[in-house]
């Protein structure tokens, strides 16, 4: 794959190589992690899209020639969800396309990408911000990760006190403006990302004016404000995500609750598939995750959090590795925890469908996002990642009790064992990523191996 040059046109992915990958094949000698079929050791791709899952014997009578994959007992497994942070004036359309190479090799198939932009920056006679972000953009769309855009936006004023409100505001709806150019590169409206610290400067019981507020007074104006700045970024069909990590989780909890309630009384909350997301929101007290019930929002960690908590509770929640990182590392993070452990399947999860279910939905202006695959059933989209492991079980928090299951009744798909705190497994080694049934990384030892004949 040849990245997109600065100032080019970015190139699309090579034709041939498409062509090559969109004949019918079929997986054999592996482990396939699915729900619907958790026993399955063989898959069939077939134009883009998953068309069989089950065992080796019945896959070779389903059609007349299949171009034949030996996995060699890999796991066959969902693609993971990552997290790409940027600052844009660092980054062209070649280093986009380069970064996403890198996510690739390290088994995503989707990301965010986070282009980081100063309120300074709106100021753009010449237009030269809107160009550089239409450029990485489009950059990032042609490459076959499936990315999900979105400008975070930092230095919102230098200010503290209710006087800075208003040029917060001022910046979050230039902002909003400029994107309306962008939308057309990225196929589908980008996303915003913005930090509460700055979103809601510190408010004071008295400002620079010599103002005197009440804490009550204080919290209103938080929350008007808040609820301002959300129903601009929902009118508009974006996703909002909000950087609360350093803040008390009760706080954050409290404001968001209201924020919400006040949004709904006006008929202005954010479409069901573009929820709010919550990056580094964790709490060590179940109050704080109970507080966010009926918010509708969904979190996001980047690093090993309170995840079992969370998920009994009830507040979805996903985890993003940063950049570069081995992902199961970060899903052995949160099953060895002492605190709020889980088990690898849900860690797992949490990388995967829970990720994608936080991400905006698809709609008519970003087929892209049809390559999407939480899961590997029949009929959804062959992406997917190839991983060999030293050893495949069904493991809980507790080390004691992880084996392998052997009872078909149970219809739990297998993962890598990740061993204990004090005896950790090798990681799984990646030998290629697939996204709508095209090879988009992979190592020699993942090359197709021939031709099936019925």
């Known amino acids: 794959m040849t990245s997109a040059q600065a100032g080019q046109e970015p190139e699309p992915f090579p034709l041939e190589h498409q062509a090559r990958e969109n004949i019918p094949r079929l997986l054999i000698d592996g482990t396939i992690h699915s729900i619907a079929e958790p026993y399955s050791e063989a898959m069939v791709v077939d134009d883009g899209l ?4 089950g065992d080796p014997d019945t896959a070779g009578r389903l059609t007349d020639r299949l171009e034949r994959q030996e996995l060699g007992r890999g796991l066959v497994a969902p693609a993971f969800v990552g997290r790409l942070d940027r600052d844009l004036e660092s980054l062209d359309a070649g280093g986009a396309a380069a970064a996403l190479d890198v996510a690739a090799a390290h088994g995503q198939g989707a990301l965010r990408l986070m282009l980081g932009v100063s309120a300074e920056e709106l100021d753009d006679p010449a237009g030269q911000l809107r160009t550089r972000l239409i450029e990485v953009v489009k950059a990032a769309r042609w490459h076959p990760v499936v990315v999900l855009p979105a400008v ?6 230098l200010e503290d006190g209710p006087h800075a409100l208003h040029e917060v505001r001022v910046a979050v709806r230039r902002l909003l403006d400029l994107l309306e150019h962008v939308d057309d590169a990225a196929g589908a409206p980008v996303g915003v990302e913005l930090r509460l610290a700055e979103l809601i400067p510190e408010l004071t019981p008295q400002d620079s004016a010599g103002t005197s507020l009440s804490s ?28 609360v990590g350093g803040h008390p989780p009760a706080a954050v909890a409290a404001l968001v609750a209201e924020t919400r309630r006040r949004l709904q009384d006006r008929g202005m909350t954010p479409r069901p598939d573009r929820p709010t997301v919550l990056v580094d929101f964790d709490s060590a007290h179940r ?22 908590l969370a998920l009994s509770v009830g507040i979805p929640t996903s985890v993003a590795p940063s950049e570069a990182a081995d992902p199961w590392q970060l899903i052995a993070a949160h099953v060895h925890r002492e605190e709020s452990p889980v088990s690898v399947r849900a860690a797992f999860n949490a990388q995967t469908r829970a990720a994608h ?7 008519g202006a970003a087929p892209a996002l049809a390559a999407l695959a939480p899961q590997l059933d029949p009929g959804a989209a062959a992406s997917y990642t190839v991983w060999e492991a030293e050893a495949l079980a069904v493991q809980t928090p507790d080390s004691r009790t992880a084996a392998w299951s052997t009872d078909a009744r149970a219809r739990t798909p297998l993962l890598p064992y990740l061993g204990t705190v004090d005896e950790p497994a090798v990681s799984p080694v990646l030998r290629a990523t697939v996204i709508g049934g095209v090879e988009v990384h992979g190592t020699a030892e993942a090359r197709h191996s021939g031709t099936e004949d019925s």
């Open 216 to 243: 009550e007074d204080v919290r209103e104006l938080a929350v008007e404000h808040l609820v301002t700045v959300s129903a601009a970024v929902a009118e508009e069909s974006r996703q909002l995500l909000l950087e």
């Open 50 to 53: 998953i068309s069989w899952l």
């Open 287 to 308: 109050q704080d995750w109970e507080a966010l019930v009926g918010t509708a929002v969904h979190v996001l960690l980047r690093r090993p959090g309170h995840l079992g």
């Open 357 to 363: 279910r936080s991400l905006p939905a698809a709609d």
């Open 152 to 157: 975070r936006m930092t230095g919102l004023t």
